[in-house]
């Protein structure tokens, strides 16, 4: 590989490329932020409308199969509480059909919204009385994080970056991917314990708000990375194989087919750009 650094968003990804094994000699872990002051508690908070909130795309990866699944379960204890399932995907149609053969109570409690975006998404975090996470497969997992930036207690699947975001039974729960009788169990724990359940919810909502997820801080910390390596670049000497050549020469043809204006003389951008290369 030709990169001096690669970033990743969690480290579970930084563990799979390497299990992959890839010839990166430099990668880095930093996380991804969140918006809080566009995700935020509700101002009548630790209030709730009795449901559960599901939001992503309906994909298998999602794994929406496995909640629907344990709500089976969780209506049987708790036959007031609602499901709310936001997104699209190709699964729907499959979801919606099952949603239905469970059982015949399930259509009254499910309900699909379909995408929603903006402030119409943030009420319905802020609302939700449990946010579930149930991935069978997730790099990073920004629906956990928005989800405990508005202050809401998170059960997630024990995979990928979601394990980044959430300390089981300090910020959220985790649940064993594909196992809804899991899922069913740390949800129900959730909604059997008010206090357990703001205790958690206050918990997520002070790990979200951390440097760790500070936009202001992940930028610093990119940048001190290119402040690294452009300290490292001055301490080495090192020629500019035909090999390098090669794939400049293919950067720069692509980017002119994109960019006619670059082909300008006037134009120094890609002079500029590889200029370390000692390109003309």
Not at 96 to 115: E, H, M, T, Y
Not at 152 to 160: E, N
């Amino acid at each position: 590989m030709c990169s001096d650094l690669v970033i990743v968003n969690s480290n579970a990804m930084n563990e799979e490329i390497i299990d992959r094994g890839y010839n990166i000699k430099n990668i880095k872990t930093i996380q991804n932020g969140v918006d809080s002051y566009t995700f935020r508690p509700s101002e009548r908070w630790p209030d709730d409308d009795s449901y559960i909130l599901f939001v992503g795309r309906l994909v298998e990866q999602k794994g929406v199969e496995y909640l629907l699944r344990a709500f089976l379960f969780v209506k049987e204890r708790f036959p007031a509480i609602k499901l709310k399932i936001v997104g699209e995907g190709a699964c729907e149609p499959l979801l919606k059909r099952l949603s239905k053969n469970l059982d015949l109570a399930i259509p009254d409690q499910v309900d699909f919204l379909g995408w929603k975006r903006g402030a119409d998404l943030v009420k319905l975090y802020q609302s939700a009385r449990v946010v579930v996470v149930p991935s069978i497969y997730e790099p990073f997992g920004m629906t956990a994080l928005e989800a405990m930036s508005c202050k809401r207690p998170v059960v997630v699947s024990d995979t990928g970056g979601l394990r980044d975001i959430v300390v089981h039974k300090e910020t959220g729960y985790l649940a064993a991917p594909k196992s809804y009788l899991d899922l069913a169990q740390w949800i129900m724990a959730l909604l059997a314990d008010e206090d357990r359940r703001n205790l958690l919810a206050k918990m997520a909502h002070d790990r979200a708000e951390s440097e760790i997820y500070s936009w202001n801080s992940i930028a610093n910390r990119v940048i001190d990375q290119y402040r690294i390596l452009l300290n490292e670049k001055e301490k080495m000497s090192f020629s500019v194989t035909d090999e390098i050549k090669k794939i400049i020469s293919q950067i720069k043809k692509l980017a002119e087919e994109m960019e006619p204006t670059l082909k300008n003389p006037e134009n120094k951008i890609i002079k500029e750009v590889f200029d370390w290369a000692g390109e003309e």
